[in-house]
C-alpha cells in the first residue's frame, strides 16, 4: 500500500507542476499571439470593407504592392523575388497568392528579359482598375481604424509593425537575414 501511495503522490506532484508551468505559460505575455490575434482581427475588417470588389484585403495588397515596385523602378514590373522581400514571404507563398490573380486575369506573369530564370508580375489594366475602384473602399476602413486607435496610436502601430518585419529588427535580435 506505502507503493502505490508514494507512486500517487509522485504523479500527483508532476500534475501539479505541469498545471504550474501551463499557468505560467498562459499568464506570459506573447508578442506573437498578441499580434496574429490583431492581424486576423484587422485583416477581416478590411476584408469586410473590400467586399465589393470580390477580393481579400491580402490580395488588394499585392496590387497595390505591384504596382508601387512598379512605380518606384520607372515602371519596371517587380521580380517575384521582389515582392517576396517586400511582404516577408518565401517566394513559393507569393506564387501561391498569385495563382487566382493570375487566373482572373488581373496580373500578368512574364519571363524577366535579362534574367529568364526570373518572373515579372505586372497589373492588367483589369487589375489596375479593379486596384483604383477598391481604394476608395480601402480608405474608408483604414480611416474607421484611425478613429477607433487614435492617429498617434495608428501610427505608433504601423512604425512598430513596420521595424518588426524590417531587417533591422533581425539583426537586433540575433538573426541573420531570412527573407
Request: charge should be positive; aromatic fraction near 4%.
Amino acid at each position: 500500500m506505502a507503493k502505490t501511495s508514494k507512486k500517487a503522490s509522485a504523479q500527483a506532484n508532476m500534475a501539479d507542476k505541469a498545471a504550474a508551468d501551463a499557468s505560467a505559460f498562459l499568464a506570459m505575455a506573447c508578442t506573437n499571439t498578441a499580434l496574429r490575434r490583431a492581424a486576423r482581427r484587422l485583416g477581416n475588417l478590411y476584408d469586410d470593407a473590400l467586399a465589393p470588389v470580390g477580393l481579400k484585403a491580402t490580395q488588394i495588397g499585392l496590387l497595390a504592392d505591384i504596382e508601387r515596385l512598379s512605380a518606384a523602378d520607372g515602371g519596371r514590373s517587380p521580380t517575384l523575388q521582389d515582392l517576396a522581400t517586400k511582404l516577408v514571404l518565401q517566394i513559393s507563398a507569393v506564387t501561391h497568392a498569385l495563382r487566382p490573380l493570375v487566373r482572373d486575369g488581373l496580373i500578368v506573369l512574364s519571363p524577366d528579359k535579362e534574367d529568364r530564370r526570373a518572373k515579372r508580375a505586372a497589373l492588367t489594366p483589369e487589375g489596375a482598375a479593379l486596384l483604383h475602384r477598391a481604394l476608395h473602399l480601402w480608405a474608408a476602413a483604414n480611416r474607421q481604424v484611425e478613429d477607433v486607435l487614435g492617429s498617434e496610436s495608428a501610427t505608433a502601430l504601423r512604425t512598430l509593425a513596420d521595424y518588426v518585419s524590417s531587417d533591422e529588427f533581425l539583426v537586433a535580435y540575433g538573426t541573420p537575414n531570412s527573407s
